[in-house]
């Protein structure tokens, strides 16, 4: 069966630190991948997506960046944080194959507080 | 671009009565339609979906929802509701045979009292 790893659970970094968060997918191959933001009370914004290795499209303009280095490894990069990244990181897998009409499977999550 | 509207931020009801949570969508192609529920502190589970076919779909725990093509609603229900149903719940679009975007609503913050 499919899983997602997401990690770390919680993260506090100081300002202008950098961050790598990391998601890997097991058990499918060719996912479409996610990364979600979810800030208290503005639901959730798509960050990045990517359809295959190499190929990211971003949505939001922002001092993040991701990567998709191998075909289920998909990495959520700043190199100075602001306080304004502090939110919920949620990375996300879906069928490359059935699009979006199928199920879109999330991780657990990071915390991310920037102090 | 597809844009998702939840018109409650926040809805309290009793345990026991029916709630209904509404969601209304945007799009210039016919989408699909989603309903997720997140737990505090925890990823998203999907609760239905809408693909194509019968315009009522029922999913996990006792919801369902009715897709109205016309009103570009989505709104879910459940005739009764329990604790354990507190939760967000978000409603998602995304473009048949387009752009692999998911695009969420704000969420709809569920609380059921005793």
């Known amino acids: 069966s499919q899983t997602i790893h997401q990690w770390p659970a919680t993260l506090v970094q100081p300002v202008g630190s950098p961050l790598s968060l990391e998601c890997t997918v097991e058990g499918t191959s060719n996912p479409n991948l996610y990364w979600y933001r979810q800030a208290a009370g503005r639901g959730l914004q798509l960050l990045f997506y990517s359809v295959g290795i190499g190929q990211i499209s971003s949505e939001v303009p922002q001092n993040l960046s991701a990567s998709r280095p191998q075909d289920r490894q998909f990495i959520l990069s700043s190199k100075k944080l602001l306080l304004s990244d502090s939110g919920f990181y949620l990375c996300?897998?879906?069928?490359?194959?059935?699009?979006?009409?199928?199920?879109?499977?999330f991780g657990q999550g990071t915390r991310l507080t920037v102090v | 671009a597809q844009s998702v509207t939840q018109l409650d931020s926040q809805v309290p009801v009793f345990e026991e009565a029916p709630v209904e949570l509404r969601c209304n969508y945007s799009?210039?192609?016919?989408?699909?339609l989603f309903w997720y529920v997140q737990y505090p502190n925890q990823g998203l589970q999907l609760l239905l979906k809408y693909l194509s076919g019968s315009t009522l779909v029922k999913g996990i725990n006792g919801f369902e929802a009715e897709f109205n093509k016309s009103q570009t609603s989505f709104h879910l229900r459940k005739p009764s509701v329990h604790i354990s149903d507190t939760a967000e719940y978000f409603c998602?679009?995304?473009?048949?045979?387009?752009?692999?975007?998911?695009?969420f609503g704000k969420g709809t913050k569920l609380t059921v009292n005793p």
């Open positions: 996300a897998w879906a069928s490359g194959t059935g699009g979006l009409g199928t199920e879109a499977f």
């Open positions: 998602a679009v995304s473009s048949q045979g387009g752009s692999e975007k998911l695009v």
């Open positions: 799009s210039s192609v016919s989408v699909y």
